[in-house]
T-cell receptor
Framework: DAGVIQSPRHEVTEMGQEVTLRCKPISGHDYLFWYRQTMMRGLELLIY????????DSGMPEDRFSAKMPNASFSTLKIQPSEPRDSAVYFC???????????FGPGTRLTVT | AQTVTQSQPEMSVQEAETVTLSCTYDTSENNYYLFWYKQPPSRQMILVIR??????QNATENRFSVNFQKAAKSFSLKISDSQLGDTAMYFC???????????FGKGTKLSVKP
């Protein structure tokens, strides 16, 4: 298996622009997670899905952030409008079990200028 | 609430020596899992080792082993024969029970020195 795939790997955008991050989980994994990692705040869970349904979005910082999972093999995290404080590495992870080990993608490094 | 605490922000070890990273946790669940993840400078999060709470035997993966003390809610990671490639941030994580997500500690930055 190719593992969790994320695109793009790097994104540089200007404040106010829309940013869309993409994730393809490992086939057969029922759980998908979006994380954000910064030096200041560490690793933060933003949202997770089970069988394409959002289960917990309490970590989504504000209405500028939205996530969708239209099918079992694809998810997006959108930021609109983006702000410099959104600069971070965003990880997608998937898991076959509730509370089981998660397999992480390589991350997307987002820079908002 | 479930919590994970890593009390050592940074550690260093000489190449070929052994180092132990500490982790304590709190949960009211009976069935849960514990994990150690490694994040090298490449920033890829890599699963190092997994322990099921119902298993008394400590998990081992090559040079990596854990000391799981269920009553004390302690889950330390021992790295034997440390290698330069072990230089990374190490995260302890708790999962299972009624939650679908993992609870991560804040990490321990390990430097292996030649």
């Amino acid at each position: 298996d190719a593992g969790v795939i994320q695109s793009p790997r790097h994104e540089v955008t200007e404040m106010g622009q829309e940013v869309t991050l993409r994730c393809k989980p490992i086939s057969g994994h029922d759980y998908l997670f979006w994380y954000r990692q910064t030096m200041m705040r560490g690793l933060e869970l933003l949202i997770y899905f089970n069988n394409n349904v959002p289960i917990d979005d309490s970590g989504m910082p504000e209405d500028r952030f939205s996530a969708k999972m239209p099918n079992a093999s694809f998810s997006t995290l959108k930021i609109q409008p983006s702000e410099p404080r959104d600069s971070a590495v965003y990880f997608c992870a998937s898991s076959p079990d509730r509370g089981g080990e998660q397999y992480f993608g390589p991350g997307t490094r987002l820079t908002v200028t | 609430a479930q919590t994970v605490t890593q009390s050592q922000p940074e550690m260093s070890v000489q190449e070929a020596e052994t180092v132990t990273l500490s982790c304590t946790y709190d949960t009211s669940e009976n069935n849960y899992y514990l994990f150690w993840y490694k994040q090298p400078p490449s920033r890829q999060m890599i699963l190092v080792i997994r322990q099921e709470a119902y298993k008394q035997q400590n998990a081992t993966e090559n040079r990596f082993s854990v000391n799981f003390q269920k009553a004390a809610k302690s889950f330390s990671l021992k790295i034997s024969d440390s290698q330069l490639g072990d230089t990374a941030m190490y995260f302890c994580a708790l999962g299972g029970g009624s939650q679908g997500n993992l609870i991560f500690g804040k990490g321990t930055k390990l430097s292996v020195k030649p």
